[in-house]
Every structure is written in structure tokens, then in C-alpha cells.
């Protein structure tokens, strides 16, 4: 292992464990990532006695300045691009209705014990008579090399005593791709009541971390088939199931969620745009409707889906501010692009769609490709080719008539000059049918065109111009 402690720092700390005469390890992600052959900038040093102590002393040596978490009883340093955090060994022990241990002096074993998963047990000596030995008492490099996740102790104990390591299970599993030991699973399905003295913050901050993974249908299974889902996320589970009548069922909405998810994730790692496909279809039962002569719809799925956004954005403890308004716009639009593709792609239905979307209608796109999700690969061809003609289109119209984020070209004081009036019904009327004559591509999306229609219409409204803004 000695190779892989290569950078500077770990000798000067194997210095100044020798001079404390202090056993002192690097632990936890740092080693899991050395086998993962993953770049890691954190790394966690523990130190058998006390740790912020030695942390002041390294800061010294370091000539860096050191944060002391006294409560946590960690302290954590910078050096170069690298983050230290330094910890005593210690024991911990849990009370039923609490996260946060009672915490007492430890060993080594004592601390490999507490920690979460096998693989984050393993740690590396950094003193100079056993400088870069491996110490792996419960086998995480042969979980490593079988990609399981499996709990140093009994996952029971585990999983009670910090429901939050539920979550971080099913994390890891999402992030590495591996398998949750079954005794694990059990051990979440047996617990899983537990996760409602984890707060919501935490628990949304390990959701995220599956929406980032690679291919997150993986976690969000594991969460569905042990039971967390329908706990911290319940709308989603409600997608789940086929009904049928007279024969006629529709699909699985809960899959079809995760397969649109991981195919989002295949061209863009935008989390925001990644909730956009979780929650594109998340109003289909309450919108669920059986009709005899169509069978199953859905009507007004994405308008009822977008009323929903902020409630569940505010549920998880996500932000409420335009990273809201960019899901709930996506959720409102994810048909559209969709009936243009089904149809003739007009130039008036391609301008409707660059006005209401904006900036974000390359997102809009790739979410609508990614919804593609049929297994007739006729209509799977047929839709992206026509996916491709409304692309090109959007491009056509956009740099002919620069419709992207609009602004009107007459404004609402240019409307109030002109005739002479103050605001009112008027100047709204003259806005909007303005606006429609440019979408429709009645007039050209100019000042000159607006001005002529703007008088015009007014005439029709019985207003006179008494100032000439042409």
C-alpha cells in the first residue's frame, strides 16, 4: 500500500504520529477509493487518542490553519487541493430516538466496528514501523472485488442505531453499481420505520446523491423493494402498478419514471433536469381516467404535475427558487415537443414553443427524447426522426425570428404614448394581440412591423394615435 501514499503529507504526518507516539491510520473512502482506482481530494485520518489535538499540532507542521469541531470531536485542515479531516478512535453507543451518539474513548477495532460498510472500514498505517500496512478485519477488499455492500456488524444493529446508513447502503450500491448483501436488505426492510428520525435535509442529500449516480433506477429499486421509498417519497410510489378493464391496461408509470431517469442520464448529469424526469409523469394517477372507446388517459397530467412541483420540492427541503421554476416549466411542457413530433411541424407551433420555453428548450428536448420509452422500435425510430425535424426547426425559426426568450418589440408605454391613454384594458389587449401576430407569423418580429400593428389594432379599438412612434 506504500505506493499509494505518495503524497508528502502522509509522511509528515507518519513524522509527527511517530513523535506523539500516537497509532495513527488513514480510513474510511480514502482506502475504498485506492482499490476503486478512484481519485479521492478527502481523507480521513484516525488517530488512536486525541484527534483534534494532533490536527492542531499537524496544522503547525503544515503551516495551515485548522477548523476544531468540538462537538463532533473532529477537526479538519486544507492542504494543497487535498481536505483533512482528523478523529479520535472512539466506541459509540445509540439511544431509540437519536442519531447522535453517546461517544467514548476507542481502539482501532473499536472504531472499524462503528463504521458504516466493510468497504469504508479499511484502513492504512501511517506509523513509521508499520507505514502503509492494511488493516481489513471484516474483509472489505474481498467485498470490494465482489461489489457487495455488506455492514461490519450484525445490519440490525447497524441500521437502527443510524437509519441514515439505510440510505447511504442503497447510495453506494447506486454510485458503484454493486449488490446489497440480502441480510442487509432484510435488515432495511425490518427498519425502515426508523428513517423518520433522520431529517429531511439528510435524507435528500443521499437521494441526490442516487439521482447523480450512474444509472439510478438501480437505487431507486432498492429503495421501492425495501419499503424507504413509500416513506420519503410517497407521490412516486403511487406510479406504481398496471391496472386493467375490458382488457385495456396502461403502463407501468413507476418504471417507465426510471427508465426515462437513466435515459436522461445518459446525455446530461444536470440534477435539476434529472428531477424533471422523476417528476414529468408524477400527476398520472391523480389524473387517471378510463374511457371506453380510448381507454386509459391522462388529461392535464403536466399541468396538475407542475401545480405539484413546489409542494414536493418543498417536502424534500429543496430550493424553492428558479431551480424549482426550471422543473415545474419542464414538467408543465414535457407534451409539447411531443405533439409537434406527432404532427406536421408548423412554423406557428415551433415559435408557441421557443416563447414559453426559452433558454431552456435544449433541456425540454432531451427530456421529451429521453421519454421516448416505447419497445416498438418503429415508433421509437418514427419519433426521433421527427424529434430531429422539430430540432432542426427550433433552429430555423429561432435564427429567423429570434423568438428565445422574446421581448415584446411595442411595449406597454410605446401603446400608452402613441394613443394617449393611461394603463388599462387597452394597452393589455394591444400587448396580446401583438404578441399572437408574431407567433402566428402574421408580422415579423420587428419594431417597425409591431408599431404598424399596434396602430392598427388600436383603430379597431376605437384609439387614435396622438403621438407618431414610428
Same mark, same amino acid.
Given at each position: ?97 437519536s442519531r447522535k451518539p453517546i461517544v467514548e474513548n ?36 474481498? &467485498?470490494?472485488?465482489?461489489r457487495i455492500i455488506r455492514t461490519p456488524l450484525d445490519?440490525? =444493529? %447497524?441500521?437502527? /442505531?443510524?437509519? @441514515? +446508513? ?85 403502463? &407501468?408509470n413507476f418504471y417507465h419514471t426510471l427508465e426515462v431517469?437513466?435515459?436522461?442520464? =445518459? %446525455?446530461?448529469? /444536470?440534477?435539476? @433536469? +434529472? ?196
Amino acid at each position: 500500500m506504500i505506493q499509494h501514499l505518495n503524497n508528502p503529507l502522509f509522511k509528515k504526518l507518519s513524522r509527527l504520529a511517530d513523535e506523539c507516539e500516537m497509532d495513527t491510520y488513514v480510513i474510511g473512502g480514502f482506502v475504498r477509493d485506492i482499490f476503486l482506482k478512484r481519485p479521492s481530494k478527502d481523507i480521513d485520518i484516525l488517530v488512536i487518542g486525541n484527534g483534534i489535538q494532533f490536527a492542531e499540532k499537524a496544522a503547525d507542521k503544515l503551516k495551515t490553519n485548522v477548523s476544531v469541531f468540538k462537538s463532533f470531536g473532529t477537526a479538519m485542515l486544507r492542504y494543497k487541493d487535498l481536505e483533512v479531516e482528523f478523529v479520535g478512535a472512539r466506541k459509540e453507543s445509540y439511544r431509540s430516538d437519536s442519531r447522535k451518539p453517546i461517544v467514548e474513548n476507542g481502539t482501532l477495532e473499536d472504531d472499524q466496528q462503528r463504521r458504516d460498510f466493510t468497504i469504508n472500514a479499511m484502513a492504512i498505517s501511517l506509523n513509521t514501523v508499520s507505514y502503509g500496512e492494511l488493516v481489513d478485519p471484516f474483509n472489505g477488499i474481498t &467485498d470490494l472485488n465482489d461489489r457487495i455492500i455488506r455492514t461490519p456488524l450484525d445490519p440490525l =444493529e %447497524t441500521f437502527s /442505531d443510524d437509519p @441514515l +446508513r439505510m440510505m447511504r447502503a442503497i447510495r453506494f450500491a447506486s454510485q458503484l453499481g454493486f449488490t446489497i448483501e440480502e441480510r442487509a436488505i432484510e435488515a432495511i426492510k425490518s427498519s425502515k420505520e426508523r428513517i423518520s428520525i433522520v431529517s429531511k435535509e439528510r435524507i435528500t442529500d443521499e437521494l441526490n446523491k442516487i439521482i447523480l449516480s450512474p444509472k439510478p433506477s438501480v437505487g431507486f429499486n432498492y429503495l421501492f423493494d425495501t419499503g424507504l421509498l413509500h416513506l420519503i417519497f410517497p407521490q412516486m410510489t403511487e406510479l406504481y402498478g398496471v391496472e386493467y378493464i375490458n382488457g385495456k391496461g396502461h403502463k &407501468d408509470n413507476f418504471y417507465h419514471t426510471l427508465e426515462v431517469l437513466d435515459n436522461i442520464c =445518459e %446525455t446530461s448529469d /444536470d440534477l435539476w @433536469l +434529472r428531477w424533471a424526469a422523476i417528476l414529468h409523469d408524477i400527476a398520472k394517477p391523480a389524473t387517471k381516467r378510463f374511457d371506453p372507446s380510448h381507454g386509459w388517459t391522462f388529461h392535464g397530467h403536466e399541468d396538475r404535475g407542475a401545480r405539484m412541483v413546489p409542494k414536493i420540492f418543498a417536502q424534500h427541503k429543496l430550493p424553492l427558487n428558479e431551480k424549482m421554476k426550471f422543473v415545474q416549466k419542464l414538467v408543465q411542457l414535457h407534451l409539447r415537443p411531443i405533439v409537434i413530433a406527432q404532427d406536421i411541424v408548423t412554423d406557428s407551433a415551433v415559435r408557441r414553443l421557443l416563447f414559453d420555453a426559452g433558454e431552456d428548450i435544449e433541456a425540454l428536448m432531451l427530456l421529451c427524447h429521453a421519454d421516448v420509452t416505447t419497445k416498438n422500435e418503429y415508433k421509437k425510430k418514427k419519433y426521433r426522426a421527427n424529434f430531429e425535424l422539430v430540432k432542426q426547426k427550433l433552429k430555423d425559426v429561432e435564427e429567423r425570428d429570434q423568438i428565445r426568450n422574446w421581448q415584446p418589440p411595442v411595449s406597454g408605454l410605446d401603446i400608452m404614448e402613441t394613443f394617449g391613454i393611461k394603463a388599462g384594458r387597452e394597452v393589455g389587449i394591444i400587448k396580446n394581440q401583438i404578441r399572437e401576430a408574431i407567433l402566428e407569423g402574421e408580422i415579423k418580429n420587428s419594431r417597425e412591423d409591431g408599431l404598424a400593428y399596434m396602430i392598427a389594432r388600436g383603430k379597431e379599438l376605437g384609439l387614435h394615435p396622438v403621438k407618431n412612434c414610428i
